[in-house]
């Protein structure tokens, strides 16, 4: 282990490039470059350059058929050695091979940025950069998938399947079910109301209680008192009420309830609304 230390240490002194395989990366391999010119590998996925540049310096692609490139491939100034004050890193295909049919270089200056390169064929790469500070977003209407920033789950129940309320009391309305993570939750809760009702007091609540409306005053709870007010003045709709954005951490699978509550008198009140959580990290 000494040895290999060592060997390490003097590697990154000299400038050479040191590949990292996946097992020793904490959760991705990485491949640190010095102030030295670099020929890519077909197995390298994130190359960082490690020592501030002094001048330009060419990093060879490897072949875009060769194997084993099965994903693009990264260029990472994670430490901010590009660009600014440094020079930069020119990525130069290989003979024959061109970068969006040009056979021409790239120049990488982005100090803090990406580059990321993946072949399209057997002789042409494509790339895309992104500046520090900027995370590239779709350019479709697509889903985010499971697990990733931007997941959107949603859980709604209509008028048609409203539920019916009973005064002084707290009725869950929808749920939806989230993944460990960092997720920002909103709620809509809407009241279809008979025309002899009146309403004293709505409320909507998120949390991860069933059936129990939150504390008054916090975040996930939204609250409006009113004085006998008819549903001729509410509307045969009611109002809506909206909760959040809620912030909502969780560290293992937990469910999040819309909860409505209502004080009236006379005749009916039904509730209905939905959720929305989106994945935030």
């Not at 994670?78 to 061109?98: E, K, M, R, Y």
């Not at 707290?170 to 009241?191: F, K, R």
């Not at 059936?211 to 109002?239: F, K, P």
């Amino acid at each position: 282990m000494k040895k290999l230390l060592v060997a390490l240490g003097l590697a990154g002194s000299l400038g050479l490039a040191i590949a990292l395989p996946w097992a020793w990366a904490t959760t991705l391999p990485i491949t640190y470059v010095g102030n030295a010119n670099y020929q890519m590998l077909n197995s390298d996925k994130n190359i960082v350059p490690n020592v501030a540049l002094t001048t330009n310096r060419t990093w060879t692609l490897p072949y875009a058929g060769g194997t084993n490139i099965t994903s693009n491939i990264d260029i990472i100034d994670a430490q901010g050695n590009i660009g600014g004050a440094n020079s930069c890193i020119v990525i130069a295909p290989q003979s024959g091979d061109t970068i969006n049919g040009s056979s021409s270089s790239i120049t990488f200056c982005g100090t803090y940025g990406k580059f990321s390169i993946f072949p399209i064929s057997g002789t042409n790469w494509t790339y895309s950069v992104v500046a520090a500070g900027q995370l590239a977003g779709t350019t479709t209407n697509d889903n985010a998938s499971a697990g990733n920033v931007g997941e959107f789950i949603t859980a709604s129940k209509n008028l048609a399947n409203a539920r019916q309320a009973t005064t002084n009391s707290s009725t869950t309305i929808t749920s939806v079910a989230l993944t460990p993570g960092d997720w920002d939750c909103t709620g809509i809760m809407s009241q279809s109301i008979s025309s002899t009702t009146t309403v004293q007091a709505l409320s909507a609540s998120l949390g991860g209680t069933d059936g129990v409306i939150g504390t008054q005053g916090t975040d996930g709870v939204t609250t409006e008192q009113s004085t006998e007010v008819s549903a001729i003045l509410y509307g045969a709709n009611g109002r809506d009420l909206r909760v959040g954005p809620v912030r909502e951490s969780l560290s293992g699978n937990t469910t999040i309830y819309l909860v409505s509550g209502a004080s009236f008198l006379t005749s009916q009140l039904w509730t209905y609304g939905d959720i929305r959580c989106r994945r935030a990290r």
